[in-house]
């Protein structure tokens, strides 16, 4: 049997229904402003969608990669879990938040997690690999 990563597993299980959802969620603006190829121009609220889905991807690869060498590297546990659950949180708040109004303020939460959860996990991948952690 191959190595088991449990926090990078439910990790990219979680990326991949908030992806899921992200999409349904450009997917519903799609229908109902009626375009089905391209965008609706900046500031448009398909084009914030579509952002808010790319962004996601962006971030989430890279996060993904530094939680699963982190995992690999055996300096995980147990604060690692709960990085992952506030990222992923982060990046709901970031998606309903794109879509301005009553969650408006998810925007910014959820890009300032993101930025501080990126931030943390390269300076422990750094650390890690000076031999500190």
Same mark, same amino acid.
């Given at each position: =049997?191959?190595?088991?990563?449990?926090?990078?597993?439910?990790?990219?299980?979680?990326a991949? !229904?908030?992806?899921?959802?992200?999409?349904?969620?450009?997917?519903?603006m799609?229908? @109902?402003? @009626?375009?089905? +190829?391209g %965008? %609706?121009?900046?500031?448009g609220? #398909? /084009?914030?969608?579509?952002?808010?889905?790319?962004? &996601?991807? $962006?971030? /989430?690869? &890279? &996060? *993904? +990669?530094?939680?699963?060498? !982190? $995992?690999?590297?055996?300096?995980? $546990?147990?604060? #690692?879990?709960?990085?992952?659950?506030?990222y992923? #949180?982060?990046r709901?708040?970031?998606?309903?938040? =794109? %879509?301005?109004?009553? &969650?408006?303020?998810?925007?910014?939460?959820?890009? #300032? !997690? /993101?930025?501080?959860?990126?931030?943390? *996990?390269?300076v422990?991948?750094?650390? !890690?690999? *000076?031999?500190?952690?």
């Amino acid at each position: =049997m191959g190595i088991v990563l449990p926090v990078t597993l439910t990790a990219a299980a979680a990326a991949a !229904i908030i992806n899921i959802w992200l999409g349904l969620r450009a997917g519903q603006m799609r229908a @109902k402003t @009626k375009i089905s +190829i391209g %965008d %609706d121009g900046p500031g448009g609220p #398909l /084009t914030a969608r579509m952002r808010a889905q790319l962004n &996601f991807l $962006e971030n /989430t690869a &890279f &996060f *993904l +990669i530094l939680v699963a060498a !982190i $995992e690999i590297a055996g300096r995980g $546990e147990p604060w #690692l879990a709960w990085v992952v659950a506030i990222y992923m #949180l982060g990046r709901v708040a970031h998606g309903l938040g =794109m %879509d301005g109004g009553t &969650f408006a303020v998810g925007r910014p939460i959820g890009v #300032l !997690i /993101t930025m501080l959860s990126l931030l943390g *996990l390269a300076v422990v991948a750094v650390l !890690i690999t *000076l031999g500190v952690m």
